[in-house]
Protein backbone atom coordinates (compact mmCIF):
# COMPACT_ATOMS: atom_id res chain seq x y z
CA UNK A 1 0.00 0.00 0.00
CA UNK A 2 1.24 3.64 -1.28
CA UNK A 3 1.28 6.41 1.71
CA UNK A 4 0.20 9.06 -0.58
CA UNK A 5 1.83 12.82 -0.42
CA UNK A 6 -0.57 14.90 2.54
CA UNK A 7 -2.02 18.21 0.89
CA UNK A 8 -1.23 21.43 1.98
CA UNK A 9 -2.57 22.51 5.79
CA UNK A 10 -3.00 18.83 6.27
CA UNK A 11 -2.95 17.96 9.73
CA UNK A 12 -1.79 14.49 11.42
CA UNK A 13 -0.82 13.10 14.70
CA UNK A 14 -1.40 10.99 17.48
CA UNK A 15 -3.53 10.81 20.23
CA UNK A 16 -3.60 8.70 23.58
CA UNK A 17 -7.25 7.28 24.78
CA UNK A 18 -6.46 6.28 28.50
CA UNK A 19 -8.59 6.03 31.70
CA UNK A 20 -9.39 3.41 34.43
CA UNK A 21 -10.28 -0.86 32.97
CA UNK A 22 -13.61 -1.15 31.47
CA UNK A 23 -14.76 2.68 31.28
CA UNK A 24 -15.22 1.82 26.85
CA UNK A 25 -11.93 3.06 25.82
CA UNK A 26 -11.40 0.35 23.42
CA UNK A 27 -15.39 1.39 22.35
CA UNK A 28 -14.68 4.60 21.88
CA UNK A 29 -11.60 3.88 19.20
CA UNK A 30 -13.69 1.43 17.14
CA UNK A 31 -16.57 4.07 16.98
CA UNK A 32 -13.92 6.59 15.62
CA UNK A 33 -12.72 4.09 13.47
CA UNK A 34 -15.86 2.53 12.24
CA UNK A 35 -13.66 -0.55 12.13
CA UNK A 36 -13.08 -3.31 15.18
CA UNK A 37 -9.66 -2.38 16.10
CA UNK A 38 -9.83 -3.28 19.70
CA UNK A 39 -11.60 -6.11 21.37
CA UNK A 40 -14.55 -5.10 23.95
CA UNK A 41 -15.91 -7.31 26.79
CA UNK A 42 -17.77 -6.50 30.19
CA UNK A 43 -14.48 -7.61 31.75
CA UNK A 44 -11.74 -5.15 33.16
CA UNK A 45 -8.22 -5.05 31.53
CA UNK A 46 -9.28 -6.33 28.03
CA UNK A 47 -6.73 -4.12 26.67
CA UNK A 48 -3.32 -6.00 26.68
CA UNK A 49 -1.46 -4.13 24.02
CA UNK A 50 -1.19 -0.36 23.20
CA UNK A 51 -3.12 -0.50 19.92
CA UNK A 52 -3.41 2.05 17.11
CA UNK A 53 -6.55 2.83 15.36
CA UNK A 54 -5.96 4.90 12.45
CA UNK A 55 -9.02 7.40 11.07
CA UNK A 56 -7.94 9.29 7.91
CA UNK A 57 -10.12 12.46 6.82
CA UNK A 58 -10.12 14.98 3.86
CA UNK A 59 -7.95 16.74 6.03
CA UNK A 60 -6.19 14.79 8.58
CA UNK A 61 -5.17 11.95 9.91
CA UNK A 62 -5.62 10.50 13.74
CA UNK A 63 -3.92 7.86 15.23
CA UNK A 64 -5.83 6.84 18.09
CA UNK A 65 -3.63 5.19 20.64
CA UNK A 66 -5.61 2.57 22.75
CA UNK A 67 -3.86 1.76 25.85
CA UNK A 68 -4.47 -0.41 28.72
CA UNK A 69 -6.25 0.49 31.73
CA UNK A 70 -4.33 2.22 34.34
CA UNK A 71 -4.46 0.10 37.43
CA UNK A 72 -2.39 -1.13 40.53
CA UNK A 73 -0.98 -3.66 38.90
CA UNK A 74 -0.55 -7.45 41.03
CA UNK A 75 1.75 -9.26 38.77
CA UNK A 76 4.40 -8.69 36.18
CA UNK A 77 1.71 -8.36 33.20
CA UNK A 78 0.05 -5.67 35.11
CA UNK A 79 3.11 -3.64 35.65
CA UNK A 80 3.92 -3.73 31.78
CA UNK A 81 0.26 -2.66 30.96
CA UNK A 82 0.64 0.26 33.22
CA UNK A 83 4.18 1.24 32.07
CA UNK A 84 3.29 1.12 28.59
CA UNK A 85 0.03 2.92 29.24
CA UNK A 86 1.91 6.03 31.35
CA UNK A 87 4.93 6.27 28.39
CA UNK A 88 1.59 6.72 25.82
CA UNK A 89 0.83 9.60 27.49
CA UNK A 90 4.40 10.98 26.95
CA UNK A 91 4.61 10.22 23.28
CA UNK A 92 1.68 11.25 21.83
CA UNK A 93 0.08 15.39 20.34
CA UNK A 94 -3.32 14.94 22.31
CA UNK A 95 -5.24 13.16 24.79
CA UNK A 96 -8.33 11.85 25.84
CA UNK A 97 -8.88 10.80 29.48
CA UNK A 98 -12.29 8.76 29.35
CA UNK A 99 -14.24 8.11 32.37
CA UNK A 100 -17.23 6.04 32.80
CA UNK A 101 -20.15 8.68 33.36
CA UNK A 102 -22.36 6.76 35.33
CA UNK A 103 -20.64 6.89 38.69
CA UNK A 104 -19.01 9.27 40.27
CA UNK A 105 -15.61 10.31 40.22
CA UNK A 106 -13.33 7.48 42.28
CA UNK A 107 -9.97 7.44 43.27
CA UNK A 108 -8.38 5.37 40.12
CA UNK A 109 -10.08 8.93 38.40
CA UNK A 110 -8.05 11.05 41.01
CA UNK A 111 -4.77 9.09 40.97
CA UNK A 112 -5.03 9.02 36.80
CA UNK A 113 -5.71 13.06 36.75
CA UNK A 114 -3.05 13.68 38.92
CA UNK A 115 -0.36 11.94 36.71
CA UNK A 116 -1.73 14.35 33.69
CA UNK A 117 -2.03 17.34 35.73
CA UNK A 118 1.08 18.59 34.34
CA UNK A 119 1.09 17.90 30.86
CA UNK A 120 1.04 20.60 28.35
CA UNK A 121 -1.12 18.75 25.59
CA UNK A 122 -4.65 19.42 24.79
CA UNK A 123 -6.44 17.21 26.66
CA UNK A 124 -10.30 16.04 26.73
CA UNK A 125 -11.88 14.98 29.73
CA UNK A 126 -14.39 12.40 28.00
CA UNK A 127 -17.72 11.28 29.99
CA UNK A 128 -19.09 8.26 28.56
CA UNK A 129 -22.46 6.92 29.34
CA UNK A 130 -23.84 9.72 31.35
CA UNK A 131 -26.84 9.81 28.98
CA UNK A 132 -28.02 7.01 30.65
CA UNK A 133 -28.66 8.77 33.94
CA UNK A 134 -31.38 11.58 35.36
CA UNK A 135 -31.03 15.11 35.01
CA UNK A 136 -30.01 15.49 38.75
CA UNK A 137 -27.88 12.44 38.95
CA UNK A 138 -25.68 13.35 35.95
CA UNK A 139 -25.19 17.15 37.11
CA UNK A 140 -23.86 15.32 40.34
CA UNK A 141 -21.46 13.02 38.01
CA UNK A 142 -20.52 16.04 35.90
CA UNK A 143 -19.62 18.06 38.50
CA UNK A 144 -17.51 15.70 40.67
CA UNK A 145 -15.26 14.59 37.39
CA UNK A 146 -15.22 18.96 36.52
CA UNK A 147 -13.40 18.78 40.33
CA UNK A 148 -10.26 17.31 38.82
CA UNK A 149 -9.55 19.61 37.03
CA UNK A 150 -9.29 23.15 36.67
CA UNK A 151 -9.96 24.63 33.41
CA UNK A 152 -7.12 22.90 31.62
CA UNK A 153 -9.90 19.89 30.25
CA UNK A 154 -12.54 20.69 27.89
CA UNK A 155 -14.98 18.16 29.29
CA UNK A 156 -17.17 16.65 26.56
CA UNK A 157 -20.13 13.80 26.59
CA UNK A 158 -20.70 11.00 24.45
CA UNK A 159 -21.86 7.28 24.32
CA UNK A 160 -18.99 5.00 22.96
CA UNK A 161 -21.38 2.18 22.52
CA UNK A 162 -23.96 4.08 20.30
CA UNK A 163 -21.50 6.21 19.09
CA UNK A 164 -23.66 9.76 20.45
CA UNK A 165 -21.15 12.73 20.33
CA UNK A 166 -18.55 10.55 18.92
CA UNK A 167 -18.03 12.59 15.63
CA UNK A 168 -18.15 15.93 17.48
CA UNK A 169 -15.37 14.95 19.60
CA UNK A 170 -13.64 13.71 16.19
CA UNK A 171 -13.83 17.26 14.44
CA UNK A 172 -13.00 18.89 17.87
CA UNK A 173 -9.44 17.14 18.07
CA UNK A 174 -8.90 18.01 14.34
CA UNK A 175 -7.50 21.78 14.92
CA UNK A 176 -4.84 20.51 17.47
CA UNK A 177 -3.03 18.19 15.32
CA UNK A 178 -0.02 19.61 13.87
CA UNK A 179 0.50 19.59 10.64
CA UNK A 180 2.18 16.56 9.37
CA UNK A 181 2.17 13.86 6.59
CA UNK A 182 0.26 10.71 6.43
CA UNK A 183 1.90 8.23 8.34
CA UNK A 184 -0.04 5.48 6.83
CA UNK A 185 -1.94 4.92 3.58
CA UNK A 186 -5.40 5.91 3.90
CA UNK A 187 -7.42 2.68 3.40
CA UNK A 188 -5.83 1.36 6.10
CA UNK A 189 -7.42 1.09 9.77
CA UNK A 190 -4.81 -0.57 12.02
CA UNK A 191 -1.25 -0.83 12.20
CA UNK A 192 -1.43 -4.43 13.67
CA UNK A 193 -0.71 -7.39 11.69
CA UNK A 194 -3.30 -9.77 11.12
CA UNK A 195 -2.15 -13.04 13.16
CA UNK A 196 -2.54 -10.27 16.53
CA UNK A 197 -5.77 -9.44 14.81
CA UNK A 198 -6.45 -13.18 15.31
CA UNK A 199 -5.35 -13.86 18.64
CA UNK A 200 -7.15 -11.08 20.09
CA UNK A 201 -10.24 -12.15 18.61
CA UNK A 202 -10.07 -15.43 20.17
CA UNK A 203 -9.47 -13.84 23.72
CA UNK A 204 -12.13 -11.68 23.09
CA UNK A 205 -14.22 -14.46 22.37
CA UNK A 206 -12.93 -16.66 25.74
CA UNK A 207 -13.59 -12.79 27.82
CA UNK A 208 -17.39 -12.95 26.58
CA UNK A 209 -18.17 -16.72 26.63
CA UNK A 210 -16.46 -17.51 30.23
CA UNK A 211 -16.65 -14.29 31.99
CA UNK A 212 -15.99 -14.46 35.80
CA UNK A 213 -15.05 -18.10 35.59
CA UNK A 214 -11.65 -17.02 33.71
CA UNK A 215 -10.22 -14.48 34.74
CA UNK A 216 -7.45 -12.21 32.86
CA UNK A 217 -4.93 -15.40 33.12
CA UNK A 218 -5.45 -15.99 29.78
CA UNK A 219 -3.13 -15.51 26.76
CA UNK A 220 -3.37 -16.69 22.98
CA UNK A 221 -0.24 -17.80 20.32
CA UNK A 222 -0.89 -18.03 16.78
CA UNK A 223 0.57 -21.10 16.04
CA UNK A 224 0.08 -21.38 12.28
CA UNK A 225 -1.58 -19.61 9.29
CA UNK A 226 -1.92 -20.85 5.71
CA UNK A 227 -3.62 -18.83 3.35
CA UNK A 228 -5.10 -20.35 -0.05
CA UNK A 229 -6.91 -19.13 -2.61
CA UNK A 230 -10.79 -20.21 -1.20
CA UNK A 231 -9.67 -20.31 2.37
CA UNK A 232 -7.75 -19.40 5.90
CA UNK A 233 -6.59 -22.21 8.20
CA UNK A 234 -5.58 -20.50 11.34
CA UNK A 235 -4.39 -23.10 14.19
CA UNK A 236 -4.08 -21.49 17.54
CA UNK A 237 -3.44 -22.18 21.19
CA UNK A 238 -5.28 -20.85 24.14
CA UNK A 239 -2.46 -20.28 27.38
CA UNK A 240 -4.26 -20.65 31.01
CA UNK A 241 -2.47 -21.33 34.10
CA UNK A 242 -4.36 -23.75 35.78
CA UNK A 243 -5.76 -27.24 35.03
CA UNK A 244 -9.19 -25.97 35.89
CA UNK A 245 -9.26 -22.77 34.13
CA UNK A 246 -8.70 -25.33 31.06
CA UNK A 247 -11.31 -27.68 31.89
CA UNK A 248 -13.65 -24.64 31.96
CA UNK A 249 -12.28 -23.38 28.47
CA UNK A 250 -12.74 -26.64 26.89
CA UNK A 251 -16.26 -27.46 28.59
CA UNK A 252 -18.44 -30.43 29.04
CA UNK A 253 -18.10 -32.61 25.82
CA UNK A 254 -15.82 -29.77 24.04
CA UNK A 255 -18.79 -27.23 23.88
CA UNK A 256 -17.20 -24.31 25.08
CA UNK A 257 -14.29 -24.41 22.90
CA UNK A 258 -16.37 -25.06 19.87
CA UNK A 259 -18.69 -22.22 20.96
CA UNK A 260 -15.27 -20.05 21.23
CA UNK A 261 -14.13 -21.17 18.17
CA UNK A 262 -17.21 -20.63 16.27
CA UNK A 263 -17.72 -17.10 17.37
CA UNK A 264 -13.86 -15.85 16.78
CA UNK A 265 -14.08 -17.78 13.63
CA UNK A 266 -17.22 -15.50 12.26
CA UNK A 267 -14.87 -12.28 13.25
CA UNK A 268 -12.28 -13.46 11.38
CA UNK A 269 -14.62 -14.25 8.23
CA UNK A 270 -15.71 -10.55 8.62
CA UNK A 271 -12.39 -9.15 8.59
CA UNK A 272 -11.34 -11.30 5.89
CA UNK A 273 -14.14 -11.38 3.65
CA UNK A 274 -13.47 -14.97 3.34
CA UNK A 275 -14.07 -18.50 4.67
CA UNK A 276 -12.02 -19.39 7.92
CA UNK A 277 -10.63 -23.20 8.93
CA UNK A 278 -10.08 -22.43 13.29
CA UNK A 279 -8.71 -25.24 15.39
CA UNK A 280 -7.91 -24.45 18.67
CA UNK A 281 -5.73 -25.60 21.83
CA UNK A 282 -5.62 -24.95 25.23
CA UNK A 283 -2.22 -25.61 27.22
CA UNK A 284 -1.68 -24.71 30.58
CA UNK A 285 1.48 -22.85 31.92
CA UNK A 286 1.85 -22.29 35.58
CA UNK A 287 2.36 -18.38 36.75
CA UNK A 288 2.80 -17.33 32.67
CA UNK A 289 2.23 -14.11 34.15
CA UNK A 290 4.89 -13.62 36.58
CA UNK A 291 7.52 -15.24 34.24
CA UNK A 292 9.65 -12.38 32.11
CA UNK A 293 10.57 -14.29 29.41
CA UNK A 294 7.29 -16.02 29.04
CA UNK A 295 5.50 -12.57 28.90
CA UNK A 296 8.47 -10.92 26.13
CA UNK A 297 7.58 -14.14 24.21
CA UNK A 298 4.46 -13.48 23.59
CA UNK A 299 4.76 -9.73 23.10
CA UNK A 300 3.94 -7.91 26.24
CA UNK A 301 7.22 -5.59 26.35
CA UNK A 302 7.72 -2.48 28.27
CA UNK A 303 7.84 0.30 25.78
CA UNK A 304 10.05 3.26 25.77
Not at 286 to 303: A, H, I, V
Request: net charge neutral.
Amino acid sequence: MIVPEAPPGFRSGFVAVVGRPNVGKSTLVNQAIGEKVAITSPTAQTTRNRLRGILSLPTAQMILVDTPGIHKPHHKLGEVLVHNARTAIGSVDCILFIVDGSVLAGTGDQFIADGLRNISNPLWLVLNKIDLQPPKRAEEIRNSYKGLFSDSAQLVEISAEHGTGVQPLVESIVPHLPEGPYYYPPDLFTDQPERFIFGELIREQVLLLTREEVPHSVAVVIDKVEEGETLTRILATIMVERTTQKQIIVGAKGQMIKEIGTQARLQMQKLLDGKVYLELFVKVKPRWRQSESTLRDLGYRREK
